[in-house]
């Protein structure tokens, strides 16, 4: 588990998968930016068994706040197999806490432990060029922009540019 100010953050346990899934399926909790697809059940149960024998390819951390309701997430995994990095993902569940600083106070937790604890020398997060708020969590977060993939994803009917962001371990050691 790791600690933050009003929250903490933990791995997926057997019984979170039902609630996670449906929050993740909610239209809500897509928002404007990501894919309106959703995630069947077996499928995550096998994706959430198989991040709990290894962090390889991917981990997972719910955020949960002092009632022990998961508000959240924020998870990593390999993109490029020949780049020593990791991608930062990440989201919000509760409406109403949007702008209050939670995920910026999440993404740096688990930007502190992953340069504590795997020996990558980067760290990337991407997102919609449309979507503010997760350009200002990166930011916030000491990322910086080093491009826009154009046409990169494609959602809601429509080929999107992605912004992307990164952070080299040199840059990290600096913020502390």
């Known amino acids: 588990m790791i600690k933050g100010s009003c929250f903490h953050l933990r791995h997926v346990r057997k019984e979170d998968v039902m609630t996670l899934l449906d929050l993740m399926n909610h239209p809500d909790a897509k928002g404007d930016f990501l894919s309106q697809e959703l995630m069947l059940p ?4 096998k994706k959430f068994e198989d991040e709990s024998r290894s962090k390889e390819q991917v981990e997972t951390f719910l955020i949960i706040d002092e009632n022990e309701k998961i508000i959240g997430r924020v998870f990593h995994f390999k993109t490029v197999p020949y780049f020593n990095s990791r ?4 989201g919000m569940f509760v409406k109403n806490l949007h702008g209050k600083g939670i995920m910026t106070e999440a993404v740096k937790l688990l930007r502190n432990y992953l340069f504590s604890t795997m020996l990558i020398n980067r760290l990337e997060i991407h997102m919609n060029t449309d979507n503010i708020a997760s350009e200002k969590v990166a930011i916030n977060c000491g990322f910086q922009k080093e491009g826009i993939a154009r046409g990169a994803t494609f959602s809601r009917g429509k080929h999107r540019d ?4 990164a952070l080299l371990r040199d ?5 502390a």
Do not use: D, N, Q, S
Request: hydrophobic content about 45%; proline content about 0%.
């Open 162 to 165: 992605i912004a992307m962001y």
């Open 171 to 175: 840059e990290w050691e600096k913020l």
């Open 42 to 45: 077996g499928v995550a149960e």
């Open 87 to 90: 991608e930062i993902g990440y």
